[in-house]
């Protein structure tokens, strides 16, 4: 599996710790910065990480930023992409397996790396169960990406 990953000056340092905990089990990682603590802004690592899940380069993406919020915010605001932010492992599986969410969103100012390394490994472990009312649900946010949301 390929995952594409980024942060902004908030995040960085978390983001290097879980680079390297992705490379060392085997993952393939796309790291889109941000590459030093100057600061930098969030949205514009939500874009480079939806557009690489958007072209299938990747097939999951991580964004951190200090809460996890703002990138979470910036990520839905493109078609296909279903970010959360999760700071327990239990919601990082279930919005996997429930809600096919395909960006994980952490706080570097919430979670130790530790804890982050659990979350991510939930993340990445869980595949969407596909179950009728799930997919139903799918559908409903589609055609509200559909109806409201402009193509490229």
Same mark, same amino acid.
């Given at each position: 599996?390929k ?6 000056h908030g ?16 993952y393939e990682?796309i790291?889109?910065g ?6 930098s802004?969030y949205p514009?690592? @939500? %874009?480079?990480v939806? *557009?690489?899940i958007s072209?299938?380069?990747? !097939? ?7 809460? +996890?919020?703002g ?5 839905n ?11 327990d492992t239990y ?11 395909n960006?994980?969103?952490?706080g @570097? %100012?919430?979670v130790? *790396?530790?804890?982050a390394?659990?979350?991510? !490994?939930?993340y990445l472990?869980?595949?969407?169960? +596909? ?5 139903r649900?799918?559908?409903k946010?589609?055609e509200?990406?559909?109806?409201w949301?402009?193509?490229?």
């Open positions: 599996m995952i594409v990953i980024g942060a902004d995040g960085y340092h978390l983001k290097e710790v879980i680079v390297g905990f992705l490379r060392d089990s085997g990682v790291d889109i941000a590459h030093t603590e100057e600061p802004d514009d690592f @939500a %874009r480079l939806a *557009e690489r072209t299938g380069e990747a !097939s999951r993406g991580i964004l951190i930023c200090g809460s +996890g919020v990138t979470s915010v910036a990520a605001k493109f078609r296909g992409i279903r970010a959360s932010v999760c700071h919601s990082a599986h279930q919005g996997v397996e429930d809600d096919a969410m960006v994980l969103c952490l @570097a %100012r919430i130790g *790396e530790e804890l390394k659990e979350i991510v !490994s939930a472990k869980a595949e969407f169960k +596909g179950l009728e009312r799930y997919r649900r799918l559908a946010i589609e509200v990406e559909e109806r949301m402009k193509r490229d």
